[in-house]
């Protein structure tokens, strides 16, 4: 059984602050990590995606990757309140198109 | 420049009616994905289509589910003889043809209320 698993939160950091989301994962065949961001009654989009250990970094965002300890994370620097919302980890799975989604972490950023 | 278009954004059946749900990919977008939201759970994989063909129905349970992704016009996921477990977001997602990067873009979902 694939199983991503995420903390549902809420989790809730001041404007201005660092959020962390992190995520477990267990399929060891997976390659290619993705993080999508849902606002309540939305559809998933995709903000991140991460394919080798290390950081990689994109504006205010920066997805973690260690396949050893099979674990991906998500830094959003300077919170803003438009980012609060669902943030969903997603590896591939062996497959780009099967991707296995977490339940997803509340973010809720406090003005 | 029109993104991934679901409808019926909301759709409510009584037990034992069917529910057909329909899935506009973006323009240039040949590749379809279901997925199902269940309350309190994560986005499951049901199938992947590409035009009049089915790539990988893994994910689909084996009774009263079909899709369909015809020639002409919308993909279609159909569920028979709904039950009140098939309450649930059923999301569409796009992806060019020959795309392998992961980035699945998504519509804004069909809710399904079963009575």
């Known amino acids: 059984q694939k199983e991503v698993e995420q903390n549902s939160g809420p989790l809730s950091v001041p404007e201005g602050a660092i959020a962390s989301l992190n995520c477990t994962y267990s399929?060891?065949?997976?390659?290619?990590f993705f993080w999508y961001r849902q606002y309540s009654g939305k559809s998933p989009e995709l903000i991140m995606s991460?394919?080798?250990?290390g950081d990689k970094e994109d504006g205010r965002f920066t997805a973690q990757l260690n396949k050893a300890s099979q674990y991906v994370s998500l830094l959003i620097r300077d919170s803003q309140p438009s980012d609060s919302a669902t943030y969903l980890c997603?590896?591939?799975?062996?497959?780009?198109?099967?991707?296995?989604f977490g339940k997803g972490t509340l973010l809720t950023v406090n003005p | 420049n029109a993104g991934v278009m679901q409808n019926p954004r909301h759709l409510v059946r009584r037990r034992g009616q069917e529910a057909r749900l329909r899935c506009s990919p973006m323009k240039g977008h040949s590749h379809v994905y279901w997925y199902r939201q269940l309350p309190e759970e994560g986005l499951k994989f049901m199938v992947y289509l590409q035009k009049e063909n089915i790539i990988d129905e893994s994910g689909m349970p084996k009774e009263r589910f079909s899709a369909e992704f015809p020639k002409e016009g919308p993909s279609i996921l159909r569920i028979q003889q709904v039950v009140r477990g098939d309450s649930a977001a059923y999301f569409c997602?796009?992806?060019?043809?020959?795309?392998?990067?992961?980035?699945?873009?998504f519509g804004e979902g069909s809710r399904l209320t079963v009575l």
């Open positions: 991460i394919y080798s250990n």
């Open positions: 997603a590896p591939n799975g062996g497959s780009n198109y099967k991707l296995t």
């Open positions: 997602a796009s992806s060019p043809a020959g795309a392998n990067t992961g980035e699945l873009f």
């Open positions: 399929d060891r065949g997976s390659q290619s």
